[in-house]
């Protein structure tokens, strides 16, 4: 197996601009080919017992701050998020090279799945987007992956929702939920059925009008 190439700064700013505008095939072409020529992936390294992240050009992403680091990508510099490890705890960093902190060190686990980091806590359950937002505190008893652009939690037995176009983050309130063939969100609270308005209230279906889930 042929060994890839170790790319410059200046390729893999290249590279990252590739990523950010790609629009066409042919500009995705461009990228795939990048990567088969090139290794892309970012690494951890070790510096007086302590663990952090360069990129493939051997520039630091992560500075060498903590006890462990548990996820790399091969687009880090895309900026994706890091979790670290530090005294037990876990949280997650930003790769600019100065150990931003994205979230302090209070999770007991930080599992990465399709694009979103799972925040664990004392048994209890939050998200974060791949950059690092967290876009649901560590204190639900479920969440669930994105639909569109909706999150579904629940807490104490009830249905909420969280909107990542919008920023929108009901109460748990609602005892049950469905998605239409349009994909709009209908509610059901207190046996009554109805959407969520824009501020995030629940409003009695009327006109058969519902929440839009998928925020474009």
Known sequence: MTQKKRPTPEQILEYRRMCETAATSADYDKINA????????ACVFEENGKKGVKDAAGEVLVPAQF??????????????AIAVIKAG??????????????TDFIY???PFQDGYYFLMKDGKFGLATSGGHVVLPAEQDEVFLPMNDLVVFTKDG??????????????????????????Y??????????YIDAEGKFTEDEDEMFFNADCD
């Not at 088969?36 to 992936?41: L, R, V």
């Not at 969100?185 to 109805?194: M, N, T, W």
Request: hydrophobic share 35%; net charge negative; glycine share 10%.
């Open 34 to 41: 990048f990567t088969e020529e090139y290794d892309t992936f």
């Open 67 to 80: 006890d462990d680091v548990t996820y790399t990508f091969a687009d880090i510099f895309r900026g994706i």
């Open 89 to 102: 705890k876990m949280a997650l960093v930003k790769p600019d090279g100065q150990g931003t902190m994205l």
């Open 108 to 110: 007991d686990s930080i």
């Open 158 to 183: 009830k249905n909420g929702f969280a909107m990542l176009g919008t920023g929108l983050v009901t109460e748990a309130e609602y005892e049950d939920y469905e998605l239409t063939d349009n994909d």
């Open 185 to 194: 969100l209908k509610v059901f609270k207190d046996d009554k059925a109805g």
